[in-house]
């Protein structure tokens, strides 16, 4: 027939270990440590050691802060993108002329007579959309390193003198070690 009470008994084992978990983050946050918190909460009840402990204490504090962390990632990744909306609105300003002489005379290419402008604001906002995309990916995770299949592989087709003097050292060291360790194990 039915399952006789088994899911209140699972529903009553949920409840109390999310009490015990709660417990364990509470008294770690009164400043107990790990061992502290094992022994008032098997003096309180059944035994728990200091590992259990600690994992109680590490889920709790995801399930209080994994929300509040996206939200504020969320948050963060809105700003950034509007930032960078903002920034690059400034793409699209026409470069100012590039003035010289004390009266702020506009300076013309001599071959050309056309203005000479200056277009370091369309470089810095290209170098600061580069920075908000690093950001970006930072929080949504774009930039989380790969897995590599395979071997890696790489040809070297030229060795600076130094480094390869170097390398023909240490070669003439290890062949003498081995000759050394071998003539000692005869």
């Known amino acids: 027939m039915g399952n006789g009470g088994t899911n209140h008994q ?3 084992a949920v409840a109390a270990k999310a009490e015990r978990q709660v417990r364990a983050f509470e008294l770690s946050l009164e400043g107990h440590s790990l061992r502290a918190v094992a022994a008032l909460m098997t003096a309180q009840g059944e035994p728990i050691s200091h590992e259990t ?25 809105e700003r950034t993108n509007a930032l960078r909306l903002k920034v690059g609105e400034l793409l699209d300003v026409d470069p100012a ?7 702020g005379d506009v300076v013309r290419d001599p071959e050309t007579e056309e203005i000479v402008r200056d277009y ?3 470089l810095s906002t290209v170098d600061r959309l580069i920075k ?22 790489a040809t070297v087709t030229e060795v ?3 480094v ?5 050292q240490a070669r003439e060291r290890n062949a003498a070690k081995r000759a050394e360790l071998s003539g000692r194990r005869v």
Do not use: C
């Open 10 to 12: 699972t529903s009553g």
């Open 53 to 77: 402990v600690r994992k109680l204490i590490e889920l709790e504090a995801a399930e209080r802060v994994g929300p509040v962390a996206e939200h504020y990632r969320t948050v963060l990744i």
């Open 97 to 103: 002329p590039v003035t010289a002489g004390k009266d």
């Open 120 to 122: 370091g604001l369309r």
């Open 132 to 153: 908000l995309d690093e950001r970006l990916a930072k929080l949504t995770g774009a930039d989380a390193p790969q897995k590599v299949e395979g071997s890696l592989t």
């Open 160 to 162: 600076p003198a130094d």
């Open 164 to 168: 390869a003097e170097l390398l023909r």
